[in-house]
């Protein structure tokens, strides 16, 4: 069964932009937290963008004012998109659902590891060329 499906990955310039999709299916939707990872060749997977069960987002520092996640409810479809590329953003993007939302401060967040996800889609590959 696939719980989560991203497409939307392409090869673009430095300064280009993306929109990445991830389907989910209706439980899988409903987790506590989806989120955007994404993996360089050689590094360590890394959480970019999701949103929290109660509607907030979270978003990487390095990603902060480029980069956007939106959902469409009636689609269960998350999307991830993402303004002035840069060579860094290249990698292998996933989407990945789990349900460890806590409170810090009054707020509901997830935290970006890895080992806190149960789902995770495929990937798509963006590649950032300058």
């Known amino acids: 069964q696939v719980h989560l499906q991203e497409s939307g990955g392409d090869s673009v310039q430095t300064g280009g932009f993306l929109r990445l999709s991830c389907e989910a299916d209706?439980?899988?939707?409903?987790?506590?937290?989806v989120t955007w990872f994404r993996q360089a060749p050689g590094k360590e997977r890394e959480g970019v963008a999701g949103?929290?069960?109660?509607?907030?987002?979270a978003y990487a520092p390095s990603v902060q004012d480029r980069f956007t996640v939106s959902k469409d409810n009636a689609k269960k479809t998350l999307y991830l998109q993402m303004l002035n590329l840069q060579p860094e953003d290249r990698g292998v993007y996933y989407c990945?659902?789990?349900?460890?939302?806590?409170?810090?401060?009054?707020?509901?967040?997830?935290?970006?590891?890895?080992?806190?996800?149960?789902?995770w889609g495929q990937g798509t590959q963006v590649t950032v060329s300058s």
């Open positions: 990945a659902a789990g349900n460890h939302a806590r409170l810090d401060g009054g707020r509901w967040t997830c935290d970006f590891h890895m080992r806190l996800y149960t789902f």
């Open positions: 209706s439980d899988t939707y409903s987790s506590e937290c």
């Open positions: 949103f929290v069960f109660a509607g907030s987002r």
